[in-house]
């Protein structure tokens, strides 16, 4: 994409020419042969890390908004009455952001970017977990910082847990950006 910019006076003609290339994240590469890449792409780039960090705290906010008023059923997806499972919920949540997802949770983990270790998370990734079969994806949530998460689970509804520890801990299987 080639932008282009012309002096008030009329005099010159600045032509920066940057390759942009959003990836399915939607981060930002540019080219670095560019004159002014540096520069550009460090602004750039700061100004990408504001924007998603403000979308996933909308994100996280809108998610735990709904603590006490979802209640959990398998394979439905009832936002009418808040009768969700977890891709629902998911899947409500991020198109009230203005994010379209497929519903169920395999679907989700083909979405975006694949983040396979924990420690890469960023807020507002998805993640995906396995609570029957070891390996299968059959679980999704909301990361939320702190090896934290947020999800609609069966036995207790839209509620934040940690990866870390307890049931959790060696459950993750994969974490999506979108």
Known sequence: M???KKSRLGKSLVGISLSLSLLT?????FNPQSAHADTISADATAAYSATSSSRADRIIRTAE????KVRY??????????????SAF????????GISIPWGSKA????GTRISSKSNLSKGDLVMFSVSKPGRINHVG????NG?????TASSGVVVRDMYSGYWKDRFITGRRL
Do not use: E
């Open 2 to 4: 080639t932008f282009m």
């Open 25 to 29: 994240s939607g981060s930002m590469l």
């Open 65 to 68: 908004s709904y603590k006490g």
């Open 73 to 86: 059923a398998f394979g439905v997806r009832d936002t009418r009455r808040l009768i969700l499972d977890c």
């Open 90 to 97: 998911t899947q409500m949540v991020f198109k009230q952001n």
């Open 108 to 111: 989700q983990a083909k979405m």
């Open 142 to 145: 909301i990361y939320i910082g």
């Open 148 to 152: 934290k998460f947020i999800s609609n």
